[in-house]
Protein backbone atom coordinates (compact mmCIF):
# COMPACT_ATOMS: atom_id res chain seq x y z
CA UNK A 1 0.00 0.00 0.00
CA UNK A 2 2.14 3.07 -1.02
CA UNK A 3 0.10 5.34 0.62
CA UNK A 4 2.19 4.66 3.32
CA UNK A 5 4.60 7.10 2.31
CA UNK A 6 2.63 10.14 2.60
CA UNK A 7 1.03 9.10 5.53
CA UNK A 8 5.34 8.42 7.41
CA UNK A 9 5.49 12.20 5.90
CA UNK A 10 2.57 13.51 7.72
CA UNK A 11 3.64 11.33 11.11
CA UNK A 12 7.34 12.74 10.53
CA UNK A 13 5.15 16.31 10.66
CA UNK A 14 3.39 15.54 14.26
CA UNK A 15 6.14 14.46 15.42
CA UNK A 16 8.11 17.80 14.20
CA UNK A 17 5.39 20.05 16.16
CA UNK A 18 4.97 17.80 19.20
CA UNK A 19 8.80 18.18 20.44
CA UNK A 20 8.91 21.86 18.68
CA UNK A 21 7.22 24.91 19.52
CA UNK A 22 4.19 24.34 19.17
CA UNK A 23 3.02 26.38 22.11
CA UNK A 24 1.55 28.85 20.12
CA UNK A 25 -1.01 26.96 18.41
CA UNK A 26 -2.94 26.59 21.74
CA UNK A 27 -5.32 29.19 22.13
CA UNK A 28 -5.36 32.16 24.92
CA UNK A 29 -8.02 32.04 26.95
CA UNK A 30 -10.01 35.27 28.63
CA UNK A 31 -12.69 34.18 30.87
CA UNK A 32 -15.11 36.72 32.54
CA UNK A 33 -17.44 36.10 35.17
CA UNK A 34 -19.90 38.24 36.72
CA UNK A 35 -19.70 38.43 40.31
CA UNK A 36 -22.38 41.45 41.50
CA UNK A 37 -23.68 44.07 39.66
CA UNK A 38 -20.80 45.37 36.97
CA UNK A 39 -17.93 43.33 38.71
CA UNK A 40 -16.46 40.87 37.01
CA UNK A 41 -13.37 38.27 37.97
CA UNK A 42 -11.30 37.83 35.36
CA UNK A 43 -9.39 34.94 34.30
CA UNK A 44 -6.45 35.47 31.74
CA UNK A 45 -4.40 32.67 30.13
CA UNK A 46 -1.67 32.97 27.75
CA UNK A 47 0.46 29.90 26.62
CA UNK A 48 3.79 30.33 27.07
CA UNK A 49 6.95 29.37 24.16
CA UNK A 50 9.40 27.70 26.61
CA UNK A 51 9.56 30.20 29.98
CA UNK A 52 8.96 33.32 27.44
CA UNK A 53 4.97 34.29 27.66
CA UNK A 54 3.58 35.55 24.15
CA UNK A 55 2.61 39.22 24.02
CA UNK A 56 -0.57 39.51 24.53
CA UNK A 57 -2.42 41.53 26.76
CA UNK A 58 -6.23 42.25 27.27
CA UNK A 59 -7.47 46.04 26.73
CA UNK A 60 -10.99 46.11 28.63
CA UNK A 61 -13.15 49.41 28.32
CA UNK A 62 -12.18 52.72 29.75
CA UNK A 63 -14.72 52.88 32.34
CA UNK A 64 -13.33 49.73 33.84
CA UNK A 65 -11.31 49.60 37.35
CA UNK A 66 -9.24 47.42 38.78
CA UNK A 67 -10.50 46.38 42.04
CA UNK A 68 -7.80 44.09 43.02
CA UNK A 69 -4.16 43.33 41.95
CA UNK A 70 -3.74 40.85 39.58
CA UNK A 71 -2.58 37.34 40.94
CA UNK A 72 -0.09 35.71 38.29
CA UNK A 73 1.10 32.30 37.89
CA UNK A 74 1.94 29.71 35.57
CA UNK A 75 0.10 26.50 35.02
CA UNK A 76 0.44 23.73 32.21
CA UNK A 77 2.72 25.49 30.14
CA UNK A 78 1.00 28.96 30.24
CA UNK A 79 0.96 31.60 32.17
CA UNK A 80 -1.98 33.28 34.24
CA UNK A 81 -3.53 36.02 35.41
CA UNK A 82 -6.37 36.57 37.46
CA UNK A 83 -8.00 39.90 39.16
CA UNK A 84 -11.50 41.77 39.50
CA UNK A 85 -12.56 44.96 37.79
CA UNK A 86 -15.91 47.04 38.00
CA UNK A 87 -17.39 48.43 35.19
CA UNK A 88 -19.91 50.87 35.55
CA UNK A 89 -22.99 50.09 33.55
CA UNK A 90 -21.75 46.64 32.74
CA UNK A 91 -20.21 45.23 29.84
CA UNK A 92 -22.95 45.08 27.43
CA UNK A 93 -22.47 46.75 24.01
CA UNK A 94 -18.67 47.69 24.86
CA UNK A 95 -15.46 46.24 23.04
CA UNK A 96 -12.87 44.11 24.56
CA UNK A 97 -9.93 43.59 22.32
CA UNK A 98 -6.78 41.80 23.03
CA UNK A 99 -3.60 43.74 21.83
CA UNK A 100 -0.90 42.21 20.50
CA UNK A 101 -3.12 39.46 18.35
CA UNK A 102 -2.36 40.87 15.08
CA UNK A 103 0.94 39.95 14.76
CA UNK A 104 0.37 36.38 16.54
CA UNK A 105 -0.17 32.70 15.72
CA UNK A 106 -2.36 31.99 18.23
CA UNK A 107 -6.34 32.82 18.46
CA UNK A 108 -7.95 33.58 21.86
CA UNK A 109 -11.06 31.96 23.39
CA UNK A 110 -12.99 34.66 25.20
CA UNK A 111 -15.92 33.66 27.92
CA UNK A 112 -18.33 36.12 29.17
CA UNK A 113 -20.53 34.96 31.71
CA UNK A 114 -23.69 36.89 33.39
CA UNK A 115 -25.46 35.89 36.93
CA UNK A 116 -28.02 34.94 34.95
CA UNK A 117 -26.65 32.08 33.15
CA UNK A 118 -26.25 33.67 29.72
CA UNK A 119 -23.05 33.07 28.41
CA UNK A 120 -21.25 34.07 25.25
CA UNK A 121 -18.18 32.88 23.87
CA UNK A 122 -16.33 34.01 21.08
CA UNK A 123 -13.30 33.07 19.22
CA UNK A 124 -10.86 36.02 18.23
CA UNK A 125 -7.88 35.93 15.67
CA UNK A 126 -5.23 37.98 13.71
CA UNK A 127 -7.72 39.61 11.56
CA UNK A 128 -10.62 39.77 14.23
CA UNK A 129 -9.16 41.08 17.91
CA UNK A 130 -12.07 42.65 19.25
CA UNK A 131 -15.42 41.76 20.20
CA UNK A 132 -18.45 43.57 21.31
CA UNK A 133 -20.10 41.76 24.32
CA UNK A 134 -23.59 41.14 23.95
CA UNK A 135 -24.53 39.07 26.84
CA UNK A 136 -26.21 36.17 25.16
CA UNK A 137 -26.22 34.10 21.72
CA UNK A 138 -28.23 33.32 19.33
CA UNK A 139 -28.69 29.86 18.65
CA UNK A 140 -26.78 30.07 15.05
CA UNK A 141 -23.79 32.14 17.01
CA UNK A 142 -23.69 29.25 19.40
CA UNK A 143 -24.30 26.94 16.53
CA UNK A 144 -21.25 28.19 14.69
CA UNK A 145 -18.71 28.92 17.45
CA UNK A 146 -19.38 25.46 19.27
CA UNK A 147 -19.16 23.67 15.69
CA UNK A 148 -15.90 25.87 14.80
CA UNK A 149 -14.27 25.13 18.52
CA UNK A 150 -15.00 21.06 17.49
CA UNK A 151 -12.74 21.66 14.32
CA UNK A 152 -10.23 23.18 15.26
CA UNK A 153 -10.19 21.26 18.60
CA UNK A 154 -9.36 17.53 16.43
CA UNK A 155 -7.41 18.97 14.05
CA UNK A 156 -4.77 20.38 16.61
CA UNK A 157 -5.41 17.50 19.07
CA UNK A 158 -2.01 15.34 18.12
CA UNK A 159 -3.07 11.87 19.83
CA UNK A 160 -6.28 12.15 18.91
CA UNK A 161 -5.36 12.26 15.63
CA UNK A 162 -2.30 9.98 16.02
CA UNK A 163 -4.48 7.17 17.17
CA UNK A 164 -6.84 7.48 14.06
CA UNK A 165 -3.62 7.82 11.78
CA UNK A 166 -3.12 4.31 13.72
CA UNK A 167 -6.44 2.79 12.89
CA UNK A 168 -5.83 3.82 9.16
CA UNK A 169 -2.55 1.68 9.12
CA UNK A 170 -4.03 -1.39 10.35
CA UNK A 171 -6.97 -1.94 8.07
CA UNK A 172 -6.30 -2.38 4.13
CA UNK A 173 -10.10 -2.82 3.61
CA UNK A 174 -11.67 0.58 3.02
CA UNK A 175 -15.28 -0.71 3.91
CA UNK A 176 -14.01 -1.72 7.48
CA UNK A 177 -12.44 1.48 8.19
CA UNK A 178 -15.64 3.20 7.54
CA UNK A 179 -17.02 1.22 9.93
CA UNK A 180 -13.99 1.33 12.78
CA UNK A 181 -14.23 5.15 12.52
CA UNK A 182 -17.88 5.20 12.91
CA UNK A 183 -17.05 3.11 15.90
CA UNK A 184 -14.80 5.35 17.33
CA UNK A 185 -17.20 8.09 16.87
CA UNK A 186 -20.06 6.60 18.08
CA UNK A 187 -17.83 5.62 21.38
CA UNK A 188 -16.29 9.11 22.20
CA UNK A 189 -19.53 10.99 21.12
CA UNK A 190 -21.10 8.79 24.13
CA UNK A 191 -18.68 10.05 26.93
CA UNK A 192 -18.30 13.18 26.01
CA UNK A 193 -22.14 14.16 25.55
CA UNK A 194 -21.93 12.16 29.20
CA UNK A 195 -18.98 13.80 30.82
CA UNK A 196 -20.01 17.25 29.56
CA UNK A 197 -23.62 17.28 31.26
CA UNK A 198 -22.14 15.83 34.45
CA UNK A 199 -23.18 12.19 34.37
CA UNK A 200 -20.00 10.79 33.64
CA UNK A 201 -16.24 11.47 35.19
CA UNK A 202 -12.79 10.46 34.90
CA UNK A 203 -9.99 12.54 36.39
CA UNK A 204 -8.29 14.49 33.38
CA UNK A 205 -4.19 13.51 33.68
CA UNK A 206 -4.91 9.47 34.44
CA UNK A 207 -7.40 10.15 30.92
CA UNK A 208 -4.72 11.99 28.90
CA UNK A 209 -1.90 9.19 29.85
CA UNK A 210 -4.15 6.37 29.29
CA UNK A 211 -4.93 7.74 25.80
CA UNK A 212 -0.72 8.21 25.04
CA UNK A 213 -1.08 3.95 25.79
CA UNK A 214 -3.92 2.93 23.88
CA UNK A 215 -1.54 5.08 20.80
CA UNK A 216 1.08 2.85 22.11
CA UNK A 217 -1.07 -0.71 22.02
CA UNK A 218 -2.08 0.50 18.23
CA UNK A 219 1.74 1.23 17.60
CA UNK A 220 2.58 -2.82 18.88
CA UNK A 221 -0.03 -4.42 16.57
CA UNK A 222 1.11 -2.49 13.93
CA UNK A 223 4.47 -4.10 14.33
CA UNK A 224 2.92 -7.23 15.22
CA UNK A 225 1.08 -7.69 11.70
CA UNK A 226 2.52 -10.53 9.52
CA UNK A 227 1.44 -12.90 7.14
CA UNK A 228 -0.04 -15.36 10.03
CA UNK A 229 -3.10 -15.09 11.19
CA UNK A 230 -4.82 -12.13 12.08
CA UNK A 231 -4.95 -10.05 15.38
CA UNK A 232 -8.14 -9.43 16.82
CA UNK A 233 -7.48 -5.90 16.37
CA UNK A 234 -7.23 -6.70 12.85
CA UNK A 235 -10.09 -8.97 12.57
CA UNK A 236 -12.71 -6.92 14.91
CA UNK A 237 -10.67 -3.44 14.71
CA UNK A 238 -14.21 -1.51 15.33
CA UNK A 239 -13.95 -3.44 18.76
CA UNK A 240 -10.75 -2.16 19.79
CA UNK A 241 -11.85 1.26 18.19
CA UNK A 242 -14.73 1.52 20.46
CA UNK A 243 -13.33 0.65 23.21
CA UNK A 244 -10.78 3.14 23.45
CA UNK A 245 -13.10 5.70 21.63
CA UNK A 246 -15.26 5.86 25.03
CA UNK A 247 -11.70 7.00 26.66
CA UNK A 248 -10.58 9.64 24.54
CA UNK A 249 -14.22 11.04 24.80
CA UNK A 250 -13.36 12.12 28.02
CA UNK A 251 -10.40 14.11 26.54
CA UNK A 252 -12.51 15.84 24.28
CA UNK A 253 -15.03 16.37 27.33
CA UNK A 254 -11.92 18.36 28.98
CA UNK A 255 -11.51 20.36 26.49
CA UNK A 256 -15.35 21.30 26.50
CA UNK A 257 -15.20 21.85 30.41
CA UNK A 258 -12.87 24.38 29.69
CA UNK A 259 -14.71 26.15 26.51
CA UNK A 260 -18.25 25.74 28.94
CA UNK A 261 -21.48 25.21 28.38
CA UNK A 262 -24.03 28.04 27.67
CA UNK A 263 -26.72 27.58 30.17
CA UNK A 264 -29.65 28.47 27.95
CA UNK A 265 -28.72 26.44 24.82
CA UNK A 266 -26.69 23.37 26.22
CA UNK A 267 -28.19 20.95 23.96
CA UNK A 268 -27.21 22.83 20.62
CA UNK A 269 -23.52 23.65 22.19
CA UNK A 270 -22.89 19.75 22.56
CA UNK A 271 -24.31 18.71 19.44
CA UNK A 272 -22.47 21.15 17.10
CA UNK A 273 -18.73 20.95 19.41
CA UNK A 274 -19.43 17.19 18.66
CA UNK A 275 -20.36 17.57 15.31
CA UNK A 276 -17.42 19.68 14.81
CA UNK A 277 -14.76 17.32 16.04
CA UNK A 278 -16.27 15.03 13.61
CA UNK A 279 -16.02 17.33 10.38
CA UNK A 280 -12.41 17.83 11.67
CA UNK A 281 -11.89 13.98 11.92
CA UNK A 282 -13.57 13.21 8.07
CA UNK A 283 -11.08 16.05 7.30
CA UNK A 284 -8.05 14.32 8.36
CA UNK A 285 -9.08 10.62 7.50
CA UNK A 286 -9.84 12.40 3.59
CA UNK A 287 -6.77 13.97 3.73
CA UNK A 288 -4.79 11.16 4.40
CA UNK A 289 -6.67 8.80 2.28
CA UNK A 290 -6.57 11.13 -0.78
CA UNK A 291 -3.13 12.00 -0.12
CA UNK A 292 -1.84 8.18 -0.17
CA UNK A 293 -3.58 7.64 -3.43
CA UNK A 294 -2.15 10.91 -5.00
CA UNK A 295 1.46 8.92 -3.73
CA UNK A 296 0.93 5.82 -4.65
CA UNK A 297 0.76 6.93 -8.69
CA UNK A 298 4.46 8.36 -7.62
CA UNK A 299 5.93 6.39 -5.82
CA UNK A 300 6.69 2.69 -5.08
CA UNK A 301 6.93 1.70 -1.44
CA UNK A 302 7.91 -2.06 0.37
CA UNK A 303 4.98 -2.03 2.83
CA UNK A 304 6.28 -3.95 5.75
CA UNK A 305 9.80 -1.96 6.26
CA UNK A 306 7.36 1.18 5.97
CA UNK A 307 5.03 0.12 8.04
CA UNK A 308 7.73 -0.78 10.84
CA UNK A 309 9.02 2.11 10.75
CA UNK A 310 5.80 4.13 10.97
CA UNK A 311 4.58 1.82 13.75
CA UNK A 312 8.11 2.49 15.69
CA UNK A 313 8.13 6.31 15.03
CA UNK A 314 4.19 6.22 16.44
CA UNK A 315 5.02 4.31 19.58
CA UNK A 316 8.41 6.81 20.44
CA UNK A 317 5.91 9.65 20.34
CA UNK A 318 3.32 7.77 22.31
CA UNK A 319 5.57 6.71 24.42
CA UNK A 320 7.37 10.30 25.38
CA UNK A 321 3.79 11.91 25.90
CA UNK A 322 2.82 8.41 28.16
CA UNK A 323 5.84 9.49 30.41
CA UNK A 324 5.47 12.91 30.45
CA UNK A 325 1.81 12.59 31.01
CA UNK A 326 2.48 10.37 34.12
CA UNK A 327 5.23 12.33 35.47
CA UNK A 328 2.75 15.29 35.71
CA UNK A 329 0.39 13.07 38.02
Avoid at 165 to 183: E, H, R
Avoid at 240 to 255: I, N, Q, T
Avoid at 269 to 293: D, P, R
Wanted: glycine content about 10%; aromatic content about 10%; charged content about 15%.
Amino acid sequence: MTRLFFIVIVVLQFFSAARAGADELRPAYLALREVATDEFSVHWKVPAAGNLRLGLSVALPEACASKSEPVRGMAGGAFFERWSVVCPGGLKGKAIRIDGLRTSFTDVLARVEYRGGSTQVVRLGAASPSFVVTGAQTGLDVATTYMQLGIEHILTSLDHLLFVLALILLIDNSWVLVKTITAFTVAHSITLAGAALGYLSLPQKPVEATIALSIAFLAVELVKMGDGPKRLSQTYPWIVAFAFGLLHGFGFAGALKEIGLPQADVPLALLTFNLGVEVGQFIFVVGVVMGGQAAAQLFTIALRPTRLATAYLIGTISLVWLISRVSAF
